[in-house]
């Protein structure tokens, strides 16, 4: 009796092993083929938010070439500069912003064949003293990006420089491909100093031509940086003329309460635009894409993606 009972035992046991692992090897496939199914519906939402993205980047520039169709200047209150909110899609959401790069300073400009652009150098001196930065740092910008070594004098920084800092590093000697980059530059180690000029300045590469700052959708602080006679009494006119009445053309800006007297440069100056920045957001399921394009326009209305960078700019 005794053995027949011990034989029951084990045999139930065994039957319990068997359950057992055959239970741990059902779980263990189950789990994986749920990471599967979760990895592959993952990867499906990240290209289906690309597309919408890219599908974004064609209709903003639709926007734009209907805009030269219906307008030959640039101002804030045409279609491409409104803010729409996110516009449902199948899964999720899309939105999408366009920002005039000639509402802003382009940084690279500041060097023409190696030299400085004295327009640019002028505006950028005037930014950086109305916003209050303590040494100016146009000299070191240029360095960073002519493309010899040469030190300007007294305030410039080539290699020596930054090869003796804690951290060394190299000159690019090149234009700046994001304005982040200023970070790296002599006078904006310092966080404070790259805040407060940053909202006012714009890197990208041209082919060739300056980007003019369009009067029509400049910020007060670059209208400000245009003449050091520049008050904000002024500028406050010549915004609130603006939103009433965009001007026309550069005569028209000049002639506007004897700016032609203030203004002593008005070269790179205009009242409509070329390059854009777009800004795509797409939210679908898990995935949350951002995408930064800029858009060229020529004269023509035709448009092209000059750049196309995803999540930081
Ligand atoms: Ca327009
Ligand atoms: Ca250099």
Request: charged content about 25%.
């Amino acid at each position: 009796m005794t053995s027949i009972t011990q034989q029951r035992g084990v045999a139930i046991i065994t039957a319990l092993l068997i359950v057992t692992i055959a239970t741990t090897i059902s779980i263990t496939i189950s789990t994986r083929l749920q990471l599967d199914v979760q990895r592959t519906s993952n990867l499906i939402a990240q290209d289906q938010a690309y597309l919408y993205l890219l599908a974004a980047e064609e209709w903003s520039q639709r926007i734009l070439r209907q805009d030269k169709k219906d307008s030959r200047t640039d101002d804030l209150s045409e279609p491409w500069a409104f803010q729409v909110p996110p516009l449902p899609v199948d899964g999720g959401s899309i939105q999408g912003t366009l920002t005039d790069l000639h509402s802003c300073i382009n940084i690279n400009t500041l060097v023409r064949n190696g030299a400085f652009n004295e327009t640019t150098k002028k505006r950028l001196s005037q930014l950086f003293r109305i916003q209050g930065l303590k040494n100016d740092p146009t000299q070191a910008i240029k360095d960073w990006i002519d493309a010899d070594l040469d030190t300007s004098n007294p305030d410039g920084a080539e290699d020596g420089y930054y090869l003796n800092l804690e951290v060394p590093y190299r000159t690019a000697n090149t234009p700046l491909y994001s304005i982040s980059e200023l970070r790296l530059i002599k006078g904006f180690e310092d966080n404070k100093a790259f805040q407060l000029v940053a909202p006012y300045l714009c890197a990208f590469t041209t082919d060739g031509s300056d980007t003019a700052i369009n009067v029509n959708t400049a910020s007060s602080e670059v209208l400000q940086s245009l003449s050091n006679d520049m008050t904000k009494d002024l500028v406050t006119k010549i915004i609130e003329r603006r939103d009433d009445k965009p001007f026309t053309d550069i005569k028209d800006f000049t002639g506007f309460s004897k700016l032609g007297t203030i203004i002593k440069d008005i070269a790179n100056l205009s009242v409509n635009s070329n390059y854009f920045l777009l800004r795509t957001q797409a939210r679908i399921g898990p995935a949350n894409k951002v995408m930064y394009s800029v858009i060229f326009r020529d004269s023509s209305g035709k448009t092209e993606v000059r750049s196309r960078t995803l999540r930081t700019l």
